[in-house]
């Protein structure tokens, strides 16, 4: 069955509107989780690692005020897409690290579902 | 800096032909892990195998295996007898500074028609 759970899978909604995606880890504890985009029929970008109890850490280039996100507990992540335009449109995909937090690069990873956004 | 390239765009094959997707990496880490995840049509991105700088032993996993030779910094992946289930975009992956996240290739879609 499924490791990670991300909702929704699909949105489309109009410029200036405010997008929140979530992404749970199903089995266990997750003090990491990583937020992905991925551009149409392009390669997965890391955009920042999120981290329970604690700042995100955002890749450069990625703006912190325009993705907000939030880690709150150990099983859930959100993603917040704040005043999304057109060019926000994209698949946002996260993942959670296995077989422990050390290091959570090294592990093999469970991704989520994605979420693709287009943005009106 | 950390960098993989996958060389191969596309590639189409005949069901039940062997195929081998290339993955080049570049770092100056000593220790590093390599990856290979598949994305099927469903967006989904699928695990397939996880290899550390130290074991260049190949792998095989039913109809998949791998070959990793540090030489030459390259780590692909052979689908032999292909199915059209085998379908999707390959990434190769790299984790990359500090071991915090993972670096990835531009993909291979592979289509093996029936």
């Known amino acids: 069955g499924a490791v990670v759970s991300q909702h929704p899978s699909r949105v489309i909604c109009k410029s200036g509107t405010s997008v929140k995606i979530e992404c749970r880890s199903l089995?266990?504890?997750?003090?990491?989780m990583f937020w992905y985009r991925q551009f149409p029929k392009q390669s997965l970008m890391l955009m920042a690692t999120s981290n329970e109890g604690s700042k995100a850490t955002y890749e450069q280039g990625v703006e912190k005020d325009k993705f907000l996100i939030n880690h709150a507990s150990l099983t859930l992540s959100t993603l917040t897409v704040t005043s999304a335009h057109p060019e926000d449109s994209s698949f946002y995909i996260c993942?959670?690290?296995?077989?422990?937090?050390?290091?959570?690069?090294?592990?093999?990873?469970?991704f989520g579902d994605g979420t693709r956004l287009s943005i009106l | 800096a950390q960098k993989v390239t996958q060389a191969q765009t596309e590639i189409s094959v005949v069901e039940k032909e062997d195929v081998t997707l290339d993955c080049v990496y570049e770092?100056?880490?000593?220790?590093?892990?390599l990856f290979w995840y598949k994305q099927p049509p469903s967006g989904e991105l699928v695990f397939l195998i996880r290899r550390n700088s130290f074991d260049e032993q190949n792998e095989i996993s039913g109809r998949y295996s791998w070959n990793f030779q540090k030489s030459t910094s390259s780590f692909n992946f052979t689908i032999t007898a292909s199915q059209v289930v085998d379908s999707a975009v390959y990434f190769c992956a790299l984790n990359g500074p500090g071991g915090n996240k993972l670096v990835f290739g531009a993909g291979t879609i592979l289509r093996v028609k029936s």
């Open positions: 770092t100056r880490d000593t220790t590093y892990y």
């Open positions: 089995d266990f504890q997750a003090t990491t």
């Open positions: 993942s959670v690290p296995l077989g422990g937090q050390t290091n959570p690069g090294n592990q093999p990873q469970h």
